[in-house]
């Protein structure tokens, strides 16, 4: 029987496919006790589970390429991690050896134990790694119970379930998994932005999904708008299908537009950059028209390992990078872990209170200055072969700039006396996440070349809303009078100053935002290469001289409905 559900769109595109209901993630085990003979036997069955458990993400880890191996790769390497904690994996042998459970109930005891702790954090960061743990527990068992894992997807699937993880989502799709529903989750979570870079079907919020979608049901998802119908009639298909014929055409379209410029009606340039972490990513960017790289993360060096990169193999990633560009500007921002991104050599403490308030970013590299030397020697040598910006993460104050600066200009100069080739100038540039960076921003941007808008963070500080707290994925939004406001003081500033404004994170990527973001005087977006041509598009169907007349009335927007009320007037 025809069933329509509504949740939110969080990765464009349709999918007609049959249901596979994985509900939320619990262990029902009975309890079970063992005799004195049979606890080492468990001991070792367990154990082998755990070990089969670290093989299977090894194996998927080494199958990631390119951006994947980055994006996926940070969650494998955290549940790698969640493995080999004292914490979980001596409470089992405790459980097994001491209370004589079977090794399945002692799992399930172990993770209740471990859930109550987290429950009763007040960190909401904090609180979110209980995901983690829950995937890390839910395959143990899966080998306990010489099952395959939940990850496993069969081609034509579409997924409907309480959340997924990222880990999880390169996988399904090679399987064939053609979209995903999800009862909780966000449209900013870092599985909806890997779910947008493998153009794979997203919707999150689906609060009924479960209750209301059954195992083997046709389904059609519409990434976009959030629409899910459930066992379609001739006219849901009818229209699915013209849909698909519509997504086609503007494919088509939208291929032509690789070879145009990024230009409104009027006649004004918009600069388009690309943001990449990889060559496959500079490749893309290259190919797609883009002006340069407005950001490359080079957290993925430092991330994957148990020592750190060596000033030689950082210059040689790097100097492929601007190879690959072919004299378009290449921003490299400079080391950026900390928070949610973990590394295996030591150099991020894992025991902070709130990491996402702590030593990161610039933090983390002017408390490592032999590090940060490192890169930025590696930084300045790859300059010698095209045009190289500098951007620095998490800048809160002058002072951390002109701390920057001094080792940029001894590190050059010492360049200079071993004989390497540097550029004469190299561009320097602050991120613009930290709120109180962006209020006091006209008391250093003087000292800097340009800066760049990160509203990943900006949003979050600037909300106090963990964007991957599914409770929150509501209040989590760049469209808040407050956040409106902060963009256009910081795109002043810097116009003041004649300094360039970029912005990279995922609200620059969005299509549905660029008037928006127009009207606010954005003329420098930086973006993932998967969405630049719709970018490009809704540029080129843009009037500046209008949008500009219409960003006093979209400033005085009281509410977010306010603010969606201007966006559908100028769709």
């Known amino acids: 029987m025809r069933n329509a559900l509504a949740g939110h769109g969080a990765s464009r595109g349709s999918a007609l496919g049959r249901a596979r209901v994985r509900l939320p993630h619990a262990l029902e085990v009975a309890e079970q006790r063992i005799g004195a003979r049979e606890v080492e036997p468990e001991l070792r069955r367990l154990h082998q589970a755990v070990d089969a458990t670290r093989e299977e993400m090894q194996r998927l880890r080494a199958r990631l390429h390119g951006a994947l191996a980055k994006e996926v790769g940070e969650f494998l390497d955290l549940h790698a991690l969640l493995l080999d904690d004292p914490e979980l994996l001596q409470g089992l042998d405790e459980l097994i050896r001491v209370g004589r459970y079977g090794a399945d109930y002692a799992l399930r005891l172990q993770r209740d134990k471990l859930a109550a702790v987290f429950d009763q954090m007040d960190d909401a960061y904090l609180k979110s790694r209980m995901d983690d743990l829950d995937h890390v527990i839910g395959r143990i068992h899966a080998h306990l119970q010489k099952r395959a894992v ?117 006649g004004v340039d918009i600069s388009l950059f690309a943001n990449a972490e990889s060559l496959d990513d500079v490749a ?164 800097v070349d340009f800066v760049s808008i990160g509203t990943n963070d900006l949003v979050q500080y600037l909300l106090a809303a963990d964007r991957n707290h599914e409770a929150l994925g509501e209040l989590y939004s760049p469209l808040h009078p407050g956040v409106l406001r902060l963009l256009r003081h910081v795109i002043t500033i810097g116009a003041d100053a004649g300094k360039p404004v970029a912005m990279c994170g995922e609200a620059a990527g969005d299509p549905r935002l660029a008037k928006l973001l127009l009207a606010l005087g954005l003329r420098e977006f930086s973006l993932h290469p998967a969405t630049l041509l719709e970018l490009r598009k809704a540029i080129r169907g843009s ?24 966006l559908e007037k100028n769709k």
């Open 150 to 266: 939940d990850a496993e997807g069969v081609a034509g699937d579409i997924l409907v379930c309480d959340n997924i993880a990222p880990s999880e989502l390169a996988q399904l799709q090679s399987q064939g998994v053609v979209g995903i529903i999800t009862l909780s989750g966000s449209a900013l979570s870092h599985s909806a932005i890997l779910a947008r870079s493998l153009h794979l079907p997203l919707v999150v919020g689906a609060a009924q999904a479960l209750q209301r979608i059954n195992d083997g049901d046709a389904v059609i998802v519409d990434g976009g708008s959030g629409e899910i119908v459930v066992e379609p009639n001739a006219a849901d298909l009818r229209e699915y299908r013209a849909r698909l014929r519509e997504l086609a055409r503007e494919e088509r379209e939208l291929g032509k537009l690789r070879s145009k410029p990024s230009r409104t009606r009027d």
């Open 284 to 447: 893309r960017a290259h190919a797609l028209g883009a002006a340069g790289l407005g950001l490359y993360r080079t957290e993925f060096l430092f991330l994957q390992r148990n020592e750190l990169p060596d000033e030689d193999e950082q210059f040689r990633t790097y100097r492929d990078v601007v190879l690959g560009m072919s004299g378009r500007p290449v921003t490299i921002r400079t080391l950026d872990l900390g928070a949610d991104k973990a590394d295996r050599t030591g150099l991020v403490m894992d025991d902070e209170d709130n990491p996402a308030l702590g030593l990161r970013g610039v933090r983390l590299s002017l408390a490592n200055t032999g590090v940060f030397d490192t890169q930025l020697r590696a930084i300045l040598r790859a300059s010698a072969y095209g045009k190289v910006r500098i951007l620095v993460p998490m800048i809160s104050s002058r002072e951390e700039v002109l701390q920057v600066k001094r080792r940029i200009k001894k590190v050059a100069t010492r360049l200079r006396a071993e004989g390497h080739e540097i550029a004469d100038q190299v561009a320097l540039g602050a991120m613009i996440e930290v709120p109180a960076a962006a209020i006091a921003m006209a008391g250093f941007i003087d000292a």
């Open 543 to 566: 009037d500046w001289s209008a949008l500009q007349a219409q960003g006093s009335k979209l400033l005085q927007a009281r509410d977010r409905a306010g603010i969606e009320r201007w």
